[in-house]
Structure formats: structure tokens, C-alpha cells
């Protein structure tokens, strides 16, 4: 089951951001006392009494006019109710309550989404206790106050937050259907490829980007088998901002890629590999996720023998955080290739869920030992006593050493090459943790 997704909502200048890096444990938003200036990370992993989420800030609000304001809240709240599992609506004690937070209230009540109503910069309880009362008013529940930049009170919060998750696995019916997250920036073809999966245009497409309203479910049969494919093609463009909509995709697209099983990475073959591409994929690296690579819009190119060496070369050099993924050329419009795509995810799937025996893997990793000496330093040689498969999805190696210093990047992608060539696990990442183990 897919972690639950937390949003941060509120006006500028509330204190949405330092609460999203006091929430997350590290300073990853740049906070400044300038309302708009979140420009940064969107998302974090998060957990409290055991429980993993994704917390998101749903920041992006430029303090032209109250008006615009106004509009950017609404279009914030917006965001927070189609990809958040519980909100938290942030408010500030010594603004007092204001019109633009009664009528995202208003949104947010409707919205039938759990809302935590938090009320920020209370540095002294005795002092400001008088003044969170008024916040009542909103409708939307006991108001929670806290101080973010002081650590008060959060832990009452984030208790609440939790009751709101969804069941935790067992407790609830898991969907065993693979699920398929299409990702990508606006208008690459996401929506046209499903719709040529599916045979029939269940999503509206046009030449406007991020015209798909939101995140489609869209289920298609193939060979018997059922596959869930999710169409993340953004929110309605109603911000001429463009950063506020590459933000929204973004989002889009963590939520997405957290509730499936791999991601396809929809490119343009016209425009080619761009940095807002790199930022989609590594999403799904940072989640270990299958991920497969589909370079749409390839009837439109000319082409001679090199074309395709060439433009894998380009991915590769641009995404090389991800040499693992698997690279497709297609077309949505005239269906090349797009028989293929399942044989694909079925095997990247595998992939990902793929378990090596232990005897194997420590056969291979003596072998790989015995072809390149571990690295040393001061006359201090790394030793390898013993290496074991703990997880999948992605899969997950524990390797023991006598020196966890000595463990060099550069020797642990080697020894992921070995493992590579001995098993394939094309289009899935893989993690190594290094454990210390004293002598032998």
C-alpha cells in the first residue's frame, strides 16, 4: 500500500514552509520572511509513531493582490483535496483570522477530506490562547495551536494528522492489479497513450498543456490480465504561472508514483530529454520504483541508422542517476511499438520484485572481490565477510563489512554492475546498505 500523502495549505507568510521542514527533519524549503518565496523542494518523506507519509507543500502563492491571493489559495486547496489523504490548513495567531482563510475553509469543508485546522506562531500558550479561540469560527474543527519555528505543540498535531490515515496493509483489501504511473511534463502524449491503450479517448485530450483536469485511474485489459494505468497530466491551467504548474505536475506526479508498482516516463522525441524530465525521473528513483522510459512522438522524426543510438545516448547522459531504465520509441498517435509496452512492465515489475538466493549473491560478490581488490586506505583493506537480499520493490541488499568508511561509491556501483550482469534487473534500481561487522 501506497504511503498516505499529508498537504500543507495557508496564506504567505504563515509559516507553511517551516513547518513542512520541522515536519520533515531537515531544512529543505528556503524560508525567508518574503511572502511566495518557496522555490524548492515540493515533497519529503515524513513519519510519526511508525507512520510513513508524504508531506507536500502546496506553497506557490505570489502576493500581487488580495485578489490573486485569494485566487491561488483556492487553486492550492485544490491541488491538496485530489492528492492528499489528510490537509493541514495553516493559519497565524497575530494575523488574526482573515476573508481568504474563511472561504478556503469553505473549499475545504466541502472537500469531505480530513482538515487539521493548525494555528501557527503561538510562542506563548497563557498569551495567545484567547486569540486561537477565534479561529472557531472557520467551522473546520478544534484549531491545533502550535509554534513552528519553536517546536511547541506539534506533537498533539501530528498525533491527530495520523488517526486520519488510511488502514494500515492487512487491514484493508490490497488491489493486486499492477499499476503504472504515466508521467511526464504537459503535453508530451500521456493522455494519448492511454487512450491508445484503452481504444477509446476516456481522457480528454487536447493541444493545451495540463489539460487533463486531474490524476485518471484508467484500468485496460490486455492478454487477460488487468493492468491500472495512472494519467498524471496536471491541473487545469488557470495560472499563467508557469512555475505554479510544473509545481502542480510535480505533485502530480509524487502521488502518483507512490501509489504504483512502475513508472513510465513519457518524453518528447521533438524537444527531447530536458531538465524538468530529469526532475520527473528522479521521483521515481528517490522511490525505487520500475521505471521505463517512453519516447513519444516518434513517427515525427526523421530518421537514419544512427537516429536511435544517438537519442538513447542523450537520455542516458542527461538521466544517468537512472542507466538501469529500460528506453522505449513510440508513438501514441500511430501505435508503434505500443504492443510491446506491456511485455515491458511485466518484466520490469519482475524486476523489481526479483529475490536472489543468498549462497548466489555471495558467490557472486567472491567473484567480483577475487576480479578487483577492495579499496584500502592507510594500509587498512575493506573485507567483505557476507552479503544478503532483505527487501524488493526495490530490491534490497545488506552487505557486511569490517570498515564502513572503506566502502567507497565507486566499488559498491561496482559490485552493483556484477550483480547486474548476473541478473539483469532491467529497469529497476537497487539498494545497498552497509552494515559494519567487527573482525573475523
Known sequence: MSKPVVAVVGRPNVGKSTLFNVIAGERIAIVKDTPGVTRDRIYADASWLDRDFTLIDTG???????????????????????TADVILFLTDVRQGLLDADAK???LLRRSKKPVILVVNKVDNFDKFMPDVYEFYNLGIGDPHPISASSKLGLGDMLDEMVKHFPLQNGEEEEDERPKIAVIGKPNVGKSSLVNRLLGENRVI???????????????????????????????RRKSKIKEDLERYSIIRAVTAVERSDAAMIMI?????????????AGIAHERGKGVIIAVNKWDAIEKND?????????????????????????SAKTGQRIGKIFDT??????????????????????????????PSDKGKRLKIYYATQVGVKPPTFVI???????????????????????????GTSLKFIIRERKGE
Not at 544512427?306 to 542516458?316: A, F, M, P, S
Not at 538521466?319 to 528506453?327: D, G, K, Q, T
Not at 564502513?404 to 552493483?416: A, P, Q, T
Request: glycine share 4%.
Open 60 to 82: 506557490g502563492i505570489e502576493p500581487d493582490s488580495k485578489d490573486i491571493i485569494l485566487s491561488q489559495m483556492r487553486e492550492q486547496a485544490e491541488v491538496a483535496i485530489h
Open 104 to 106: 478556503v475553509a469553505e
Open 205 to 235: 485530450v487536447s493541444d493545451i498543456a495540463g489539460t487533463t483536469r486531474d490524476a485518471v485511474d484508467t484500468a485496460v485489459k490486455h492478454n487477460g490480465e488487468e493492468y491500472v494505468f495512472i494519467d498524471t497530466a496536471g491541473l
Open 268 to 280: 518528447d522525441a521533438i524537444e527531447g530529454v530536458t531538465e524538468q524530465d530529469a526532475k520527473i
Open 306 to 330: 544512427k537516429t536511435i543510438y544517438q537519442h538513447t545516448e542523450r537520455i542516458r547522459q542527461i538521466l544517468s542517476f537512472i542507466p538501469y531504465a529500460e528506453i522505449m520509441f513510440i
Open 345 to 374: 512492465i511485466q518484466m520490469v515489475i519482475a524486476n523489481n520484485s526479483m529475490r536472489i538466493a543468498t549462497g548466489v549473491l555471495n558467490e557472486i560478490i567472491t567473484e567480483a572481490v577475487a576480479m578487483q581488490q577492495p
Open 400 to 426: 557486511f563489512v569490517n570498515d564502513k568508511k572503506l566502502m567507497h561509491f565507486s566499488y559498491i556501483r561496482y559490485l552493483e554492475n556484477r550483480i547486474r550482469d548476473a541478473f539483469g534487473f532491467r
